[in-house]
């Protein structure tokens, strides 16, 4: 929405440029400035970025979170065909405007949870297979795919496998798991923001015992709960996700490359349906089954091995300068208990080899990477632990993160951000603040307590961060 107003005072503004030249610096005035400073985003960290294999990494997996997959690898259910394509917000790597996934819920089982997965690669313009280029501007989806919201949509045979194995409806209400209604397990939709990907290769390596402890040292009104998971062999804290789903780089590149592309890879071998195998449609097979679809190459990398280089070596979003307003907010943030769960500042461990996977072909991460993620202190504004929003909650189980537990969004970069929350139910932040419940209630009662100059000194703060 935001972006699309902007995309027309823009034109009106061109549209000046062209007509009346003088009047366009009063116009601009009107306008005012834009709110955030978005340069620097999507950076390497500094130490890659002088480190000339560091960096050759970075930019060959930079350049695959770019490149869009083709059949038959892509799908045949995916969501989009890029990584970029739901992370591009400021840029390559950031969160997307986009809420990409739909999930709803019918039963207290945790799943089934419904993945807006469509098979619709020939909208999505040239097709190429075996590298020669077929369909050059795509083709209407249907009868391969559409949206399956969309009341006109014709299932193709792999949305009507999906849609015998899950219940969707595109008018179901946002699931409130502190309702009477979620209780008596009404169907109910969730959908899904993506996040920025700024910074995480410092979020992996923090040790599982920091975080932990980070949750030992809560007071108990806001105390987090580290989620475990059984991971690439190891037991690990999650937190990755808005649900805290993984606790390493490759694990939920290996989840998003299966759940968002359809892509098959050593570390999710298996695609999510059959539906496609072997079929042929339009003279192209959809689907040949050798699976998984991204191995290794010589050198010990995967597709997903590349995409890892690139999102571990990120640097987080840069911090703009406090002016006054804002320093004032900062304090309050702390005074009011913001604090407690978005954490200013967490430390790396001192070895994060000794836990961050390897690649899928066995090549560990290197030295001088290694060296640069270690003993950091950053500020990423979150604690990567669960907390009990209540009604905020998603209604979804997640393993051990149930219906009202969600992890503290990383509030870094959230200038950069058009939506807010985990569906990005709104586009301001005042609301967003107001929306918390649950252990966050408390916090928010006080935010709304403040002083409208002291709201607004706040939110001058969070969009420096
Ligand atoms: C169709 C949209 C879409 C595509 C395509 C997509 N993502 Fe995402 N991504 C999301 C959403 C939505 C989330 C939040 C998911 C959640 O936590 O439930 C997410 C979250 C993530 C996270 C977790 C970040 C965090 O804040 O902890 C990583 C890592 C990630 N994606 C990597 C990738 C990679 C790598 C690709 C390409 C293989 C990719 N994504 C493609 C939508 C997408
Ligand atoms: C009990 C822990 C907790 C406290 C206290 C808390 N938050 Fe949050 N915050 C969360 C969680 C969890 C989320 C993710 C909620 C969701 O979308 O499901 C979140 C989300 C947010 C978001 C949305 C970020 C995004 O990217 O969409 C903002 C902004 C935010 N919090 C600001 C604040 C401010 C300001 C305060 C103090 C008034 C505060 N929070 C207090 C846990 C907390």
């Known amino acids: 929405?935001?972006?699309?107003?902007?995309?027309?005072?823009?034109?009106?503004?061109?549209?000046?440029?062209?007509?009346?030249?003088?009047?366009?610096?009063?116009?601009?005035?009107?306008?005012?400035?834009?709110?955030?400073?978005?340069?620097?985003?999507?950076?390497?960290?500094?130490?890659?970025?002088?480190?000339?294999?560091?960096?050759?990494?970075?930019?060959?997996?930079?350049?695959?979170?770019?490149?869009?997959?083709?059949?038959?690898?892509?799908?045949?259910?995916?969501?989009?065909?890029?990584?970029?394509?739901?992370?591009?917000?400021?840029?390559?790597?950031?969160?997307?405007?986009?809420?990409?996934?739909?999930?709803?819920?019918?039963?207290?089982?945790?799943?089934?949870?419904?993945?807006?997965?469509?098979?619709?690669?020939?909208?999505?313009?040239?097709?190429?297979?075996?590298?020669a280029a077929i369909f050059r501007h795509g083709l209407a989806a249907v009868p391969l795919g559409c949206e399956i919201s969309d009341p006109n949509c014709r299932l193709s045979p792999c949305q009507q496998e999906e849609a015998r194995r899950k219940n969707f409806s595109p008018d179901l209400p946002i699931c409130d798991p502190s309702s009477a209604a979620f209780a008596a397990g009404e169907n109910c939709t969730a959908q899904r923001q993506s996040t920025n990907l700024f910074g995480l290769g410092l979020v992996e390596a923090v040790a599982d015992d920091d975080l932990i402890g980070l949750a030992k040292s809560q007071p108990p009104a806001i105390r987090g709960t580290p989620r475990m998971v059984d991971e690439l062999g190891a037991r690990r804290v999650a937190r990755f996700g808005w649900k805290a789903d993984g606790a390493t780089l490759r694990a939920f590149a290996a989840l998003a490359t299966s759940n968002e592309l359809g892509l098959t890879t050593p570390d999710a071998a298996k695609e999510n349906t059959a539906c496609a195998d072997g079929v042929v449609q339009f003279g192209i097979l959809l689907d040949a089954g050798h699976e998984p679809e991204d191995t290794?190459?010589?050198?010990?990398?995967?597709?997903?091995?590349?995409?890892?280089?690139?999102?571990?070596?990120?640097?987080?979003?840069?911090?703009?300068?406090?002016?006054?307003?804002?320093?004032?907010?900062?304090?309050?943030?702390?005074?009011?208990?913001?604090?407690?769960?978005?954490?200013?500042?967490?430390?790396?461990?001192?070895n994060p080899a000794a836990f961050i996977p390897p690649t899928t072909g066995g090549v560990p991460i290197s030295a001088s990477l290694n060296k640069a993620l270690a003993r950091q202190r950053f500020s990423p504004f979150s604690d990567f632990l669960l907390h009990d929003m209540n009604s905020l909650g998603d209604g979804i189980t997640s393993g051990s993160a149930g219906p009202t537990m969600m992890r503290t969004a990383p509030l870094w970069g959230v200038r950069s951000k058009v939506r807010f929350l985990h569906d990005g139910r709104t586009d301001d932040l005042s609301t967003a603040i107001r929306l918390h419940d649950g252990q966050g209630r408390d916090s928010a009662q006080q935010f709304e307590d403040l002083s409208p100059q002291d709201r607004a000194a706040l939110i001058s703060y969070l969009e420096t961060l």
């Open 296 to 350: 290794p190459d010589a050198g010990g990398r995967a597709m997903l091995d590349r995409l890892v280089d690139f999102m571990r070596s990120l640097q987080p979003p840069p911090r703009l300068a406090e002016d006054r307003g804002a320093r004032r907010g900062e304090r309050l943030f702390a005074a009011i208990g913001c604090a407690g769960c978005h954490i200013p500042f967490l430390t790396t461990a001192a």
């Open 1 to 131: 929405m935001r972006l699309r107003s902007w995309f027309v005072v823009l034109s009106a503004v061109t549209l000046l440029v062209i007509a009346q030249p003088a009047r366009l610096a009063a116009q601009a005035e009107q306008l005012g400035p834009l709110r955030a400073d978005i340069g620097g985003f999507g950076q390497p960290l500094p130490a890659v970025a002088d480190n000339a294999a560091d960096l050759a990494l970075f930019l060959a997996g930079q350049r695959l979170f770019g490149t869009p997959l083709s059949i038959p690898v892509l799908g045949p259910l995916f969501n989009n065909r890029t990584c970029v394509a739901c992370h591009f917000q400021p840029t390559m790597g950031g969160s997307g405007e986009f809420i990409s996934e739909i999930h709803t819920r019918s039963d207290f089982s945790g799943l089934p949870v419904h993945t807006f997965a469509v098979d619709n690669m020939l909208r999505a313009g040239a097709q190429t297979q075996s590298g």
